[in-house]
Structures are given as structure tokens and as C-alpha cells.
């Protein structure tokens, strides 16, 4: 069966949601792992969006965290303010899906500026809430293709904080969600050890470890035990082909 590698991506990460988990859902990719694992697995699942959508359930794909169709339905609405402070810092919200331009080996995130801040050669779009969400979600996830210049072996800036400099340096600083417990990419998902380092803990249908040492910018280690996902069912390529993505705007 063919499929795509966003298809790929999309389809692991909504296999890493639980039922009846609380997820903060981001726009892109996330948004369809969460609105799948909703259909399928994870019945019991409860999306909250940015813009104060509590337990939203969109009759079709949202494009935007404040897409109307996130209200019909949904259990509560309320500001983004409230969304913040009472639920995710409360420690109300069980997974946060982020995303960035680079991804270093402890799981920081930067989505502020490639180079020097003071003196970037590119500068990005910055944190949004992701900063807020990698701090206090009791798990973050984050999709990316795998592409040696988004796995540096230190990020440019630390946008949004994964395991910092590993060992304990995180839970120093105060932050209670664990953070970074899984990077699914294109060809395996990286998960980190007691240290908080990134290791490649399974590979993609027709994906080796060569091609993702090839492709990370620092020398990745491999989980002794090392897993391989399952292909995507044809229910799962139907459910997002069909139903929430029909005009690929996100999928291709």
C-alpha cells in the first residue's frame, strides 16, 4: 500500500495518543494525529485549541486554532488566558504537540531565528504558546521530517525547552511536565533515555538506522531493543484521505 511520508508522520503520531487523554492541539500535522486518533483508538480523547475550545469535536478539519467549526459541539469556551492558566499550568492537559525548525539532542526546540540572535540568518515565527506548552504539558510530541539541518546536535536558541543541557537540569528549573517523550519523524521515532538524550527507538517500514544517522547532526545512539512501527492500515490512510484531509491541504 502506498502512502505518503506526512501520511506516515500522521498516522504514528496519533498511535502515541491514549484514550481520555487531554491534548492541546496544534495547526498542521498534530491537528490531523489528534482528529484520527479521535476516530479511531481514542474515542474518549478531549482536544483543547489555543484560541479557548475545550473538548472540541469538529464536524470537519479545523484550518486554524480559531476555526469556527471548533465551537459547535465543543464542552466550554472560554479565553486563551483562562486556557493557560487554568488548565495547562494547573497540569490539566496530558499531551502538547510541537513542532520547530531545529530539534537538538535533548529535545529543545527552536523556532526563533537560524544563526546568531543578534545577527540570525533567518529569523522564524517564534514561540506562540509553545514555550508555555513545553513546560507545563505532562508530555510533549513533536513531528518533523528527518532532515540533518532540523537535528542539530544544539539548537540556535531554545525556543521551547526540552531536557536542556540531560540529566536533571530540567527538573531544576521547576518546569513539572516531562517534556519531550517522542519525536516521530519520517523514518522512525526518537525517544529520550534516563539522561534525556534522544535515541532512535524504532524505524518506519523500509527506513534504516544508516539513513538516520545520515540524516542527524550528531551521533545518534540506537535502543538495544530496537521496535519497528506497523504499516498504516487502510482504515487510517481512508479515514484522513477521505474524511479529514479530502483536498490535501495538509497532507500533501
Same mark, same amino acid.
Request: proline share 6%.
Given at each position: 500500500m502506498n502512502y505518503s511520508k506526512s501520511e506516515l508522520m500522521t498516522i504514528n503520531a496519533a498511535r502515541l495518543l491514549r484514550d481520555g487523554d487531554v491534548v492541546f492541539v496544534g495547526v498542521g500535522l498534530p491537528?490531523?494525529?489528534?482528529? /484520527?486518533?479521535?476516530?479511531?483508538?481514542?474515542?474518549?480523547?478531549?482536544?483543547?485549541?489555543?484560541?479557548?475550545?475545550? !473538548?472540541?469535536?469538529? +464536524?470537519? /478539519?479545523?484550518?486554524?486554532i480559531g476555526d469556527p467549526s471548533l465551537?459547535? !459541539?465543543?464542552?466550554?469556551?472560554? +479565553?486563551?488566558?483562562?486556557i493557560f492558566s487554568f488548565y495547562l499550568q494547573r497540569g490539566n492537559v496530558?499531551?502538547?504537540?510541537?513542532?520547530?525548525?531545529q530539534?537538538? %539532542?535533548?529535545?529543545?526546540i527552536n523556532a526563533t531565528v537560524i544563526g546568531e540572535y543578534e545577527k540570525? %540568518?533567518?529569523?522564524?515565527?517564534? +514561540?506562540?504558546?509553545?514555550?508555555?506548552?513545553?513546560?507545563?504539558?505532562?508530555?510533549?510530541y513533536i513531528i518533523t521530517p528527518h532532515q540533518k539541518r532540523r537535528f542539530p546536535e544544539k539548537v540556535d536558541f531554545i525556543t521551547s525547552a526540552g531536557f536542556l543541557n540531560g540529566g536533571n537540569e530540567r527538573k531544576n528549573t521547576g518546569a513539572r511536565g516531562k517534556g519531550t517523550q517522542g519525536v516521530?519523524?519520517?523514518?522512525?521515532? /526518537?525517544?529520550?533515555?534516563?539522561?534525556? &538524550?534522544?535515541?532512535? *527507538?524504532?524505524?518506519?517500514? !523500509?527506513? *534504516?538506522? &544508516?539513513?538516520?544517522? &545520515?540524516?542527524?547532526g550528531w551521533n545518534v545512539k540506537i535502543a538495544s531493543e530496537l521496535k519497528y512501527t506497523i504499516p498504516p492500515s487502510e482504515e487510517e490512510l481512508k479515514i484522513l484521505r477521505e474524511d479529514l484531509d479530502p483536498d490535501g491541504i495538509y497532507l500533501k
Open positions: 491537528n490531523l494525529a489528534c482528529n /484520527l486518533a479521535h476516530r479511531t483508538h481514542a474515542p474518549n480523547l478531549v482536544m483543547i485549541y489555543e484560541a479557548g475550545v475545550i !473538548g472540541a469535536r469538529p +464536524s470537519r /478539519l479545523p484550518l486554524s465551537v459547535s !459541539g465543543a464542552t466550554a469556551v472560554c +479565553s486563551m488566558y483562562d496530558d499531551v502538547g504537540f510541537l513542532g520547530g525548525a530539534i537538538d %539532542k535533548f529535545g529543545n540570525p %540568518k533567518t529569523r522564524l515565527p517564534g +514561540s506562540g504558546g509553545s514555550m508555555e506548552i513545553a513546560g507545563w504539558a505532562n508530555r510533549c516521530v519523524t519520517n523514518l522512525g521515532i /526518537l525517544e529520550p533515555d534516563q539522561s534525556g &538524550e534522544l535515541i532512535l *527507538t524504532a524505524l518506519h517500514p !523500509g527506513a *534504516t538506522t &544508516e539513513q538516520v544517522r &545520515e540524516n542527524t
